[in-house]
């Protein structure tokens, strides 16, 4: 996609940010240079087992808000996780998360904590993204009403949710005063889906998909804009 004087690009090159507790990740091209502020060298492997040891340490609470699930669906996807990570050796605990007041309610929430969190986080989140792709097929099987999943690492996946949904609300305000569509690099179903609710009910700008398969990005377009090509 070329760039010119009325669009930008977003590039998604996330990586664990938990010892920047106010980064929105700094993600844009600007005419095709990069932000070397933003891009930063790839954390290593065993930089994610550092950093999930130093979140332990912390501690993120996610234990104390466990709980049994009642439906059956919510009970396979977590008997799911359970058995992957078992078989896959890992020391670490499974337990499904109570929904907050200001979470969707019908999307299962199951949270991993342990000594071994980081290796199940894995590089970019790479290995958390497999396993929440897998429960997620799991439990959408066809003739099912489609839910939501959320497999997470000692709040990994939590807290990248929040610098998206930071990142994408900076942009709309952008967005709308410089009357730019902004677009993300591709990104996965989930976090487009955190972009598109994170700018759901902002003024000023639309958000759509476009693309297609692993081609597929939001577009943040400003209402003028919108109304401009409709």
């Not at 439906?71 to 020391?91: H, P, Q, W, Y």
């Not at 081609?215 to 209402?223: A, E, T, Y």
Request: hydrophobic content about 30%.
């Amino acid at each position: 996609m070329t760039m010119n004087e009325s669009e930008e690009q977003v590039e998604d090159n996330w990586d664990d940010e938990a010892d920047q507790d106010d980064d929105d990740g700094d993600l844009l091209e600007h005419d095709g240079d990069r932000d070397e502020g933003a891009n930063g060298a790839e954390a290593s492997s065993d930089g994610e087992e550092k950093r999930g040891r130093r979140r332990r340490r912390r501690g993120n609470g996610a234990r104390e808000e466990a709980y049994e699930p009642t439906d059956e669906r919510s009970k396979l996807a977590l008997e799911f996780v359970t058995k992957i990570i078992d078989e896959m050796g890992m020391d670490c605990s499974v337990h499904m998360r109570r929904p907050r007041q200001s979470e969707d309610d019908s999307e299962m929430h199951i949270e991993i904590t342990g000594p071994d969190a980081g290796r199940v986080i894995g590089k970019k989140g790479q290995v958390l993204a497999a396993l929440q792709f897998l429960t997620h097929r799991v439990i959408n099987r066809p003739g099912t009403e489609k839910r939501h999943v959320l497999v997470d690492a000692e709040g990994y996946r939590t807290r990248r949710d929040g610098q998206l949904s930071t990142m994408a609300k900076r942009l709309g305000k952008q967005a709308m005063e410089q009357g730019k569509i902004i677009t993300f690099e591709p990104m996965s179903p989930r976090d487009r889906r955190v972009v598109h609710l994170a700018l759901a009910k902002f003024d000023g700008v639309v958000t759509k998909s476009d693309g297609e398969g692993d081609d597929r990005r939001v577009q943040i377009i400003p209402i003028r804009r919108a109304e401009a090509t409709s």
